[in-house]
């Protein structure tokens, strides 16, 4: 129990439709307060043997229902988890330390819409069909669902990561064990209390809790789980396409950023300046999409940084069961040392810190003082080939720095290894056109920053992953294609 007597909440593993208590446990902290909150089970190959047996005894049944029975259950599950939202983002908002109004506003609503998306999606695939008369025959093709599917989620948009895997995988008649990161356990276990009313049958959705390098191997290891999805670091991911090449596995693996905001000389900085502020430090920059790179015309450099840090010192950072409050806690100690010690380099490479951390004082309400804070950092007069502007830092830290022409601020936003996401600002429609086209980079939005179509593909080039997943994307990564031709 805890200082105040009040007893922790202990997670079990949801495996064949029941939750399974494990033989040990790891503590996770709440993060607004350091103080230890909830116990998750330490699960390993014995828990992930238990779960994939279980997911693939269900794969018969429920890979035979057809689309519209299985678009009936998750459209019911969406509908159970929208009842409790308000339940749900408080959990979301406890464990993962953001924002209450994120939570309220974008995680829970976006797992929700997932749910439905793929529910709708599902009904409107068609398949090929192509006639050659000259030798009589027709070739069609059918999909069908692969199996096992094995889901690995991360800890900064928790339900609404795991839920977009989770979605288009049943969708599509596949059964699931999934893994939700050890950091931020809570909602995913709230849903498995729900599937049961949904009407999904036993197995067919398995969560096991527990770390990577236990849990998570396990799962990449098993045989039996042809098609593993990941979402996290490309360190991480590098260690999963080793281990799953044995087993020629087909991966979809959705990993960092460095993504670059591009302000040209006619941007419209009332628009720009508020959506880059956002871009850089909504959800505290734990978002893969987050803005860390800023490029700014010479121009208007010093009207943009003027009116920026001014914008970025308003943010307001505390408990993030507060709703007034803009930034929350950062996911762990760790996390947020390894944050801070970017500022440090930064500093020591003869970069100016110009609001945040090390430079404004932060205060916090009596109850957070040991929680996991950080302001929102503007960096400037960093080099181009500085760790702040090459390695993803994943915090609330931003870098702006200047350009002068066109040409050269496609080749500097390039020059990482990264390619997940950018955005353009201008008014001028053919150069965002020319802009658009040359970034190496999976996604570019243009004067917004994070409008999502989800029937679109969503992935990243180069080191910021492999595969796209949308409505198309991921129908054809959770299913197997077959041609059959027929002579007549």
Known sequence: TTADSKPLLVLENFIAGKFVPCSSYIDSYDPSTGDVYCRVPDSGREEVEAAVKAAKAAFPIWSSKSPLERSQ??????????????????????????????????????AVYNFRFFASSILHHTTECTEMATVGCVHYTSRAPVGVAGLISPWNLPLYLLTWKIAPAVACGNTVVAKPSEMTSVTAWMMCKLLEKAGVPPGVVNVVFGTGTKAGEALVCHPDVPLISFTGSTLTAQRITEKSAPHCKRLSLELGGKNPAIVFDDADLSQCIPTTLRSSFANQGEICLCTSRIFVQRGIYSEFLKRFVAEAKKWKVGNPSDPTVDVGALISKEHLEKVRSYVKKAQAEGARVLCGEGVDSLALPTGNQKGYFMLPTVITEVKDESCCMQEEIFGPVTCVVAFDTEEEVIERANSVKYGLAATVWSSNVGRVHRVARRLQSGLVWTNCWLIRDLNLPFGGMKASGIGREGARDSYEFFTEVKTITIKH
């Open 73 to 110: 259950i998750l459209n019911k599950l969406a509908d159970l988890i929208e009842h409790d939202l308000e339940a749900f983002a408080q959990a979301e908002s406890k464990d993962q330390g953001k924002t209450i109004t994120f939570a309220r506003t974008v995680d829970i609503p976006r």
